[in-house]
């Protein structure tokens, strides 16, 4: 889910007047490694191709920015949290065994940073989970970073089979999977020059969804995601990362007839399907109506069209980060979690 705070203003003229020789673009799918002798690092240049576009990386990044979320708790488990000049665009508190790692990287807004606080860190690479975030009304577009020699990145889990080019948060042409999210892993290990680091994380993430959906039958639940606001829910589609949890589970989402990501629902309309089970965002943000699990289960309760759910009235209550339903490494956090409620539940088959 993105972000929906208006962004700072973008101060373009001022930023990207200087003529400075294109170095790069965005990445996606490596089609070319090779030295390029002297003192240059092993393998680079390095050039990958993705989101449509083709990302040139002269040598490892010492002073990266990430500008969402999703893309810096990919960096801090990589280990490069020394490597990090600055994040941004935080929905939720830092993954559990990053805290330390993540108090020694500056973070330059909660929400999406103006391009100065952005270019104030003398960023030498730019990574993004989303591709609004690197677009015009997000940080600033992706060419205007190239412009000024900056290599940007955005995670391959939001263009590969995915539609960005109407309004909200895109909609998907075809279901996501963990795949697109072990190749950012793989992808961005490489780009700061230690793959074995993305080979071993993407091992780890397997390991854990194959724990979590060891001998799950969740066929007879069916499920609902709410990531924010009470007001106009969004609530997951069919096949963002809520539809990998769920089909990794075998259940059904009530709503997987929208390949919207994020649609907004009425309520009326979620009490007409009447799920088993509601996957709750616990956010810490403040931007929308009812972040927190909290406030979303007190308006679940009290709203008369709601609280007469089967879901709500026996309090089955899934609660995740807003990160766990984003498609982040935190995805199988969710799965996790998620699988223990419908066992908790007796829903698992």
Request: charged fraction near 25%; aromatic fraction near 6%.
């Amino acid at each position: 889910m993105l972000s929906k705070a208006t962004p700072a203003p973008i101060r373009t003229a001022a930023l990207f007047a200087a003529g400075v020789v294109l170095l790069t673009a965005c990445g996606g799918g490596t089609t070319n490694s090779s030295a390029d002798g002297g003192d240059k690092a092993d393998g680079f240049p390095l050039t990958l191709k993705n989101c449509g576009r083709t990302v040139t990386v002269k040598a490892p990044p010492q002073r990266a920015v990430s500008v969402d979320q999703g893309s810096t708790e990919i960096l801090l488990s990589l280990g490069l949290a020394d490597r990090l000049a600055g994040t941004a665009t935080w929905s939720d508190p830092v993954m559990k065994g990053l805290e330390k790692a993540n108090k020694g990287v500056e973070r330059i807004s909660e929400n999406r940073p103006s391009s100065e606080k952005v270019l104030d860190k003398e960023p030498d690479f730019l990574s993004a989970s989303f591709a609004s975030t690197l677009a015009k009304g997000g940080v600033a577009p992706r060419e205007q970073f190239e412009k000024l020699g900056v290599p940007t990145y955005i995670s391959p889990a939001d263009c590969t089979g995915k539609d960005n080019s109407g309004g909200g948060d895109g909609a998907r042409t075809a279901p996501l999977t963990m795949d697109s999210v072990y190749t950012e892993v793989r992808e961005l290990s490489q780009v700061f020059g230690v793959p074995e680091r993305g080979d071993a994380l993407v091992k780890k993430l397997q390991a854990r969804v194959a724990k979590a959906t060891d001998g799950i039958d969740g066929s007879k639940a069916s499920l609902l995601y709410w990531f924010s606001d009470s007001k106009a829910p969004y609530l997951a589609g069919c096949c963002g990362a809520p539809g990998v949890i769920t089909r990794e589970l075998g259940a059904k989402n009530v709503f997987d007839d929208t390949h919207d990501e994020w649609p907004q629902i009425s309520w009326e309309t979620v009490a007409d399907r009447n799920p088993d089970v509601l996957v709750i965002g616990d956010l810490s943000r403040t931007m929308q109506t009812a972040e927190s699990a909290e406030k979303k289960i007190e308006f679940l309760e009290s709203n008369p069209v709601t609280k007469t759910m089967d879901a709500v009235k026996n309090r089955r209550y899934v609660l995740l980060s807003g990160q766990a339903m984003n498609p982040t490494i935190r995805t199988v956090e969710g799965l996790e979690r998620v699988a223990a409620g419908l066992r908790d539940f007796g829903l698992a088959g």
